[in-house]
């Protein structure tokens, strides 16, 4: 066989053998190209939002304790581990939160916004449903506002010996533009800064995980307004605090958030009002 006739086998040869990568190459694109992902997702990396931020409420362990350095010592490790071993929480917070029970929303005194003979058997229903949890309750944290003080000294009668706090940051108020926006609400843009600041200085008193020290698991109730506490769920949950108005809750529902040992939240239930008789529901 001539040199001429063997180059040009060899060529044959290559150029098969590309054309078959060539061909293996495209049916592989083309296989991904028809790859599906579940409906539930469609990237194999969390958004930025979605991803966790376990310091959100600036008791992480790693932030409490000062850093090793560059070259530590078997000796400095051991510290430091022991060292975030102490500042590690070790029980569960649960927050409860009872929306106060229908009122008198026309009336301009804030005095006369008293509730209405529905919204008394609302936050009568609510008190027996708590009761029946059979809870120990640490305390009940109560707005300031009229429609709410008159819930919980109703829940009260079923919950005997709890201790009462009354709290002003509480109270109603708008605590951010909401996305998207609506037209039958449109607060003064002060407001929102107003409100808002004292309604995010209420979520930072109340939300956070147990301190080191604390042994057994704490319940805590707060009666409160529907705005505020959308919004605590928005911020416990990492979601969008944009997005609070997308949310409805009736009047004595019950919102149920538990703070974990690690820093990660888990909202137990949103505005559950099926302990009260559907002829009684309301929201407005």
Known sequence: ???????????????????GVVLYMYATQDERRRFVAASWTTNSKPSKCAVWDYN??????????????????????NKY?????????????????????????????????VLTPVGRQQANYTGQRL????????????????????????IAQSLRSVPVEHCSLI???????????????????????????????????????????????SYTLLVGHGNVIRYFTCRALQFPPEAWLRISLNHGSITWISILPSG?????????????????????
Not at 56 to 72: A, F, Q, Y
């Open 171 to 217: 109270r109603e108020g708008a605590p951010i533009p909401p996305e998207p926006p609506v037209n039958h609400w449109k607060p003064e843009p002060a407001q929102f800064y107003r409100d808002g600041a004292r309604i995010e200085a209420a979520f930072r008193k109340y939300f956070y995980r147990a301190e080191a020290d604390q042994k057994e698991h």
């Open 131 to 154: 009761a029946q949890l059979n809870i120990k309750w640490d305390k009940m944290v109560v707005s300031t506002q009229v429609r709410a003080q008159e819930t919980a000294e109703i």
């Open 56 to 77: 959100w409420d600036r008791r992480e362990p790693t932030s409490l304790v000062e850093p090793l350095g560059h070259h530590p010592t078997p000796d400095d490790e």
């Open 264 to 284: 990660r939240v888990t909202l137990r239930t949103l505005g559950d009002s099926g302990h009260i008789p559907p002829e009684l529901i309301t929201h407005k």
């Open 1 to 19: 066989m001539g040199p001429w006739m063997h180059l040009q086998k060899l060529s044959a040869l290559a150029v098969g053998s590309a054309g």
């Open 81 to 113: 581990r022991a060292s975030l071993e102490k500042t590690k929480s070790k029980a569960t917070r649960h927050i409860i939160l009872v929306r106060h029970g229908e009122y008198l929303d026309k009336c301009l005194v804030e005095a006369d916004r």
